[in-house]
């Protein structure tokens, strides 16, 4: 087969990245963008683990209908049952159990001897194909399984009816020749293998990640495991967009291709960084902000004359836009739109609504209007993706001596305005204390980073926060030309998706209280 499975994990396994998490809204958002870069397979969730991933699992099935969706699930007749549930109205529905298979996860972890995880293996993997096709089983910790074990499980799993195996490299340890001795070996010795898809799932502990994909490629695997921006558990997964570009720029060595769409690699990436405030290092591959910068002369001077001297891929190949100055303050709507269409975001006529009106108020203050000013708006601003529970009235800061004192009003769903005034060591404290004060809520803020949209003074800030609200941890954003402002934003979008997430609890209980038994 030339052409690899590319098969996405980012909303489970990204997921599982400290801070990545995500709210059903954003990830169904970030559904639709996969289903527009072209992925495979999306894995949708781990349906049995929360109602709540249960429901993101539900409505991805529900509403992305192209690629096949699957759902986590351990090698549990409760987990696998759960799992296809939630697979119900799926078009193309995939269970993926996974059970581990290293002496060290069955003698410490699982406490089940070597034929338990066999039985185990052969009854998940029979339970899931009694509900659904498309069955992929996963060894967990497979390059640490001695392959004599692993050619059994793998064999156990093909003949209950597995039509993928995936071996993951759990934590991230092998080598490149270890995994393309693997799956060769594999290859080799399982009998029936040849209709199987194999898989790779490659950690990236050691920073092999891609490479131990590319090596379970060039072995004869036709489905590579990964995630945008290579988010996911400690060191992460092997970055999607690291490993779609090696195979394909490399056409000529891999003799490889995948069905993904590459210049939808940047504005996933940027999405993804935007929903989760979790941004690439600037010099991360593909994806960076560095990626494409060229800052010594000798280089720049090359580039100037032939970019293939010191570039060996096109920003535009995988969607990175320029910076431009693009609309100005007389601009109107039909430019906007078409604007956000050349940066790859067909928006609704609510969205665009909003960016317009944002648009207009960012023009007041701010001459030039890049793109990323355009993104900063349609992202923190314009695709709000929950409803204004508190909204923000007004902000007055004073600041300069040793302490500042913030004013400010909001409304909590749409009520009479409440006021408060409080003192912080700091704009930004003495912001978010007024907003304690104004708000009844039990909250700790954890983190909050600061980050410049764009170049220059009058940069459009983006405020990324993780608070933790009544004892869940939940991730706000803001966006303005004013830090504080913006911090104050990010702080009400972490509380409004608070209260959502309680009604969604409620309903999803209620809903599924016979899953959950409640
Ligand atoms: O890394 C891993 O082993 C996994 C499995 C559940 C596929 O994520
Ligand atoms: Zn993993």
Redesign the pocket.
């Known amino acids: 087969m030339d052409r690899i499975l590319i098969f996405d ?1 980012t909303l ?2 990204g997921e599982q990245s400290p801070g990545a998490t995500m709210s059903t809204r954003e990830k169904l958002r970030m559904a639709h963008a996969l289903d527009e870069l072209g992925v495979d397979i999306m894995e949708a969730g781990f349906p049995v683990s929360s109602p709540d991933d249960f429901l993101a699992v539900q409505k991805i099935a529900r509403e992305v209908t192209r690629p096949c969706v699957t759902a ?1 699930a351990r090698a549990h007749s409760r987990d696998v049952e759960v799992a296809a549930r939630s697979l119900e109205e799926a078009a193309n529905p995939r269970i ?1 159990v ?1 059970l581990a298979t290293s002496p060290i996860h069955l003698e410490k972890k699982l406490r089940i001897s070597e034929e338990e995880c066999l039985d185990r293996t052969a009854a998940a993997v029979a339970q899931a194909r009694s509900l659904v096709d498309d069955v992929e089983f ?1 060894a ?2 497979a390059t640490r399984t001695p392959l004599p074990f692993l050619t059994r499980v793998v064999q156990v799993a093909v003949e209950a009816g597995a039509t993928t195996i ?1 071996l ?3 934590v991230g340890y092998a080598h490149p020749a270890e995994i393309h001795h693997m799956i060769t070996t594999l290859r080799e010795q399982v009998p029936g293998v040849d209709g199987i898809v194999l898989s790779v ?1 490659c ?1 990236d502990d050691l920073g092999l990640a891609t490479a131990n994909s590319l090596a379970g490629v060039e072995a004869g695997a036709q489905q590579v ?1 990964c995630t945008i921006n290579g988010i996911g ?1 400690r060191a992460g997964n092997a970055g999607l967009e690291e490993v779609v570009m090696a195979i394909q720029l490399r056409h000529d060595r891999t003799g490889k291709t995948t069905g993904i769409n590459t210049r939808r690699l940047y504005p996933t990436s940027r999405l993804l960084s935007q929903i989760t405030g979790i941004h690439p290092q600037p010099n991360k591959a593909i994806v960076g902000k560095n990626a494409f910068a060229h800052e010594a002369g000798i280089h720049q001077d090359g580039m100037l004359k032939e970019s293939t001297t010191y570039e060996i891929m096109d920003p535009h190949m995988v969607g990175v836009p320029e910076s431009r100055l693009v609309l100005g303050k007389h601009s109107g709507r039909h430019a906007l739109r078409s604007r956000y269409k050349a940066l790859g975001h067909e928006i609704n006529d609510d969205e665009l609504g909003q960016a317009y009106r944002l648009f207009k108020l960012l023009a007041d203050q701010k001459k030039d209007i890049l793109d990323e000013d355009l993104l900063a708006i349609l992202h923190y601003g314009a695709m709000d993706d929950v409803p204004a529970h508190y909204k923000l009235i007004d902000l007055r800061v004073e600041c300069g001596g040793k302490w500042s004192t913030a004013r400010l009003s909001l409304t909590e769903q749409g009520g009479p305005p409440r006021e408060a005034t409080a003192r912080g060591d700091g704009p930004i404290a003495a912001a978010l204390a007024a907003v304690d004060e104004a708000v009844d809520e039990r909250i700790r803020l954890e983190e909050l980073t600061i980050r410049a949209a764009t170049p220059g003074r009058d940069a459009v800030g983006e405020v990324t926060l993780q608070a933790l609200i009544r004892g869940i941890a939940f991730t706000g954003r803001g966006a303005s030309t004013d830090v504080v402002d913006a911090a104050v934003r990010a702080y009400l979008h972490a509380l409004n998706k608070a209260a959502r997430a309680r009604v969604l609890e409620a309903r999803a209980l209620q809903a599924a209280g016979d899953l959950w038994g409640v």
């Open positions: 994990t489970r396994d986590l993926h996974f996963s967990e910790d995936n993951p490299d759990t799932h950690h495991e558990e």
